[in-house]
């Protein structure tokens, strides 16, 4: 089972950038879905964006040409690079893995191993 751990949140103002990692340990091989979520005080748990094993990205409509999900597979590390930060960015993300499936749902119910989170605060 692979063990995730995010780094990379903290306070910044709108307009500003922050890149979120996530170190996954604990596996072996690859080629599965790996995916970022978010979730907001109050509010649902919402998917931001995944990568799937074949390395192809997808995006939410809301962060499409801000955010970029990456990985670097020599250093089993997941990135989100966020740019041009909006105060409804502000939420608790998390990186979440499906070892079962190559190609990613944005469903959060789908994916079974989470980080802890990190929180990411945009001020106005």
């Known amino acids: 089972q692979v063990q995730l751990v995010e780094s990379g949140g903290g306070s910044v103002q709108a307009g500003g950038s922050l890149r979120l990692s996530c170190e996954a340990t604990?596996?072996?091989?690859?080629?599965?879905?790996l995916g970022w979520f978010r979730q907001a005080s109050g509010k649902e748990r919402e998917w931001v964006a995944h990568i799937d094993g074949d390395g192809s990205t997808w995006y939410d409509n809301s962060v499409k040409g801000r955010f970029t999900i990456y990985k670097d597979n020599a250093q089993n590390t997941l990135y989100l690079q966020m740019n041009s930060l909006k105060p409804e960015d502000t939420a608790m993300y998390y990186c979440?893995?499906?070892?079962?499936?190559?190609?990613?749902?944005?469903?959060?119910?789908?994916?079974?191993?989470w980080g802890q989170g990190t929180q990411v605060t945009v001020s106005s």
């Open positions: 979440a893995a499906d070892q079962r499936r190559t190609y990613c749902r944005r469903t959060y119910s789908t994916y079974s191993n």
């Open positions: 604990g596996y072996r091989g690859g080629g599965f879905c």
